[in-house]
């Protein structure tokens, strides 16, 4: 799955490792690695939240802005992501190849929310038609060892749940309306994100999925399912990348595992952003 090459050596201790259920890294199959989520941390957005795990570091900025809604949906407003893969991240991320790829992350991700409904659209509409929040996510992969996807939105439903939008009054009636922000910062609003599911990623190495591959078991994957999860376990999401092919048994084994690491992932982001920025996980 990934184009990071290894020896039969290290192809063959990786295999040998998933097959006893004690990975290189000391891990069992089910081991979901420690992550750090800091939330809150870039001052000129309207939120933000990083991720670290292991070698793997994402930034996510938030910024709601006002804008025209979609013509198809002239009672809501949107969110639109944006994925920049630094070429300093991975060598993988050189040329057109980080381009693509951050263009594939962004649509996974607008795809996710989308089918699962999780943001509440029609409060961010503001005159219907006419003006709406446009909330924009900026996400930045600084740094790459694996697990982009489950990281980015791990970081993505921080930096959400970090966002404070400018409460504002509409003035006027008919085509006379205005909006007036208030001038307070401290006049906000919240977006609410129970409902924000995450990604949880599980590759297939021999008959044995495991969970949140590392780069190097990533290499050594014939296919990877990443899974939409949201708080209460429920499937919101199911994509495959790579040719290989499993049971529907292992399927069935694969997608309730990922259902009861994405409940855990999501309790603890709750915990982050309900205690002290510098909580490590």
Not at 1 to 13: G, K, P, Q, V
Not at 68 to 86: T, Y
């Given at each position: 799955?990934?184009?990071?090459?290894?020896?039969?050596?290290?192809?063959?201790?990786i295999k040998q490792g998933v097959l006893a259920d004690m990975r290189s890294d000391g891990r069992s199959c089910r081991d979901y690695r420690s992550?750090?989520?800091?939330?809150?941390?870039?001052?000129?957005?309207?939120?933000?939240?990083?991720?670290?795990?292991?070698?793997?570091?994402?930034?996510?900025?938030v910024?709601?802005?006002?804008?025209?809604?979609?013509?198809?949906?002239?009672?809501?407003?949107?969110?639109?992501?944006?994925?920049?893969?630094?070429?300093?991240?991975?060598?993988?991320?050189?040329?057109?190849?980080?381009?693509?790829?951050?263009?594939?992350?962004?649509?996974?991700?607008?795809?996710?929310?989308?089918?699962?409904n999780?943001?509440?659209?029609?409060?961010?509409?503001?005159?219907?038609?006419?003006?709406?929040?446009?909330?924009?996510v900026d996400a930045l992969v600084l740094e790459y060892s694996g697990g982009v996807l489950d990281c980015l939105s791990i970081a993505v439903k921080g930096a959400l749940a970090n966002t404070k939008i400018p409460k504002l009054t509409v003035i006027g009636?008919?085509?006379e309306q205005e909006i007036e922000i208030s001038d307070n910062p401290f006049d906000s609003t919240s977006i609410d994100t129970n409902n924000v599911p995450v990604f949880v990623s599980l590759s297939l190495i021999g008959n044995q999925f495991i969970v949140d591959a590392s780069h190097e078991e990533e290499a050594c994957s014939l296919c990877q399912l990443s899974v939409g999860v949201n708080h209460k376990g429920s499937?919101?999401?199911?994509?495959?990348?790579g040719a290989g092919s499993f049971k529907h048994r292992q399927y069935n084994e694969a997608i309730s595992l990922a259902s009861e690491i994405g409940v855990s992932v999501i309790e603890k982001i709750t915990l982050t952003n309900n205690t002290a920025p510098e909580k490590m996980l």
């Open positions: 799955m990934a184009d990071r090459i290894l020896s039969d050596f290290e192809i063959s201790y992550f750090e989520l800091r939330s809150g941390i870039v001052s000129n957005t309207s939120g933000s939240a990083e991720i670290k795990l292991e070698r793997t570091n994402i930034l996510v900025g910024k709601a802005e006002i804008g025209q809604p979609n013509p198809l949906n002239p009672n809501k407003g949107r969110i639109e992501f944006f994925v920049d893969c630094s070429a300093l991240a991975s060598p993988k991320f050189e040329g057109r190849r980080g381009e693509d790829l951050g263009r594939n992350l962004a649509h996974r991700l607008s795809d996710l929310y989308e089918n699962s999780c943001i509440d659209l029609e409060s961010l509409s503001i005159i219907p038609g006419q003006d709406c929040w446009i909330i924009y009636e008919g085509e499937i919101c999401s199911i994509l495959k990348e």
